[in-house]
């Protein structure tokens, strides 16, 4: 399996104000996926990162709002922008896709963000 | 949206094997079965994924229907530990970014508790 590590693990921020977060990989994968899980809901898709190409965003979901880094095949960043109370979720960084596991996909631990 | 439907809560005896039930009527010929839990504020773990044979691992075992048309996933010793949201995913393929790779959209999953 893969070792996924997120900074950072949880935040406090103000609205209006933006937050990145971090998504770091112990091996090169091909695909890098960002999540959010609202309170009591589960998770939904917001992007997939593919090194070398812009990321491929899910509807309701917008560069703008999400842009996203993926500058090699061990690290990725997703950006909070404008942030509001609605935006209070766990993000999850996940990644799939390498010579040892190719059909599995391995999630983070998750940032904690509250917006207030 | 998620293409498949999973009860929303089910209890197991500490001990006994838990079997979770998954319906995926529409799931196409090339289309992989996941599962995957999440303990409370945890990252999603992959437990287990199959196409049309029967699977174990360490972990559980996932059988599938001849028509593939649902699933069920066995923790053959279900302990508290166990005690987690066990989500039934059917994989589908997307291509864009230059590439074609796996898709996981999560429902609201199987409120799993193990108890005493």
């Known amino acids: 399996s893969a070792v996924i590590s997120q900074k950072p693990s949880r935040d406090i921020c103000q609205r209006g104000t933006s937050l990145t977060i971090q998504c770091q990989v112990d091996?090169?994968?091909?695909?890098m996926f960002w999540y959010r899980q609202q309170p009591g809901q589960s998770l939904t898709l917001i992007a997939t990162?593919?090194?070398?190409?812009?990321?491929?965003?899910e509807s309701g979901f917008v560069i703008d709002k999400f842009p996203i880094s993926r500058p090699n095949l061990t690290f990725s960043t997703l950006t909070v922008s404008n942030m509001s109370p609605e935006d209070s979720s766990i993000y999850l960084c996940?990644?799939?896709?390498?010579?040892?596991?190719?059909?599995?996909?391995?999630f983070g631990p998750g940032t904690r963000l509250t917006v207030t | 949206d998620a293409k498949t439907t999973q009860p929303p809560s089910m209890d197991c005896a500490e001990g006994r094997a838990a079997n979770l039930p998954c319906n995926h009527s529409?799931?196409?010929?090339?289309?992989?079965v996941y599962w995957y839990r999440q303990i409370h504020s945890q990252g999603p773990q992959y437990i287990i994924h199959?196409?049309?044979n029967n699977e174990t691992n360490e972990m559980a075992s996932l059988i599938i229907t001849e028509d593939r048309k649902s699933s069920t996933l066995i923790l053959p010793h279900a302990t508290l530990r166990d005690t987690a949201v066990y989500y039934c995913?059917?994989?589908?393929?997307?291509?864009?970014?230059?590439?074609?790779?796996?898709?996981?959209?999560f429902g609201q999953g199987t409120i799993l508790t193990v108890h005493p």
């Open positions: 996940s990644v799939a896709g390498t010579a040892s596991f190719s059909y599995e996909q391995y």
């Open positions: 091996s090169q994968v091909t695909m």
């Open positions: 990162a593919n090194q070398g190409s812009e990321a491929t965003y």
């Open positions: 529409t799931i196409s010929g090339n289309e992989y």
């Open positions: 199959g196409l049309k």
């Open positions: 995913i059917v994989r589908t393929t997307v291509v864009g970014g230059g590439t074609s790779y796996g898709k996981l959209t």
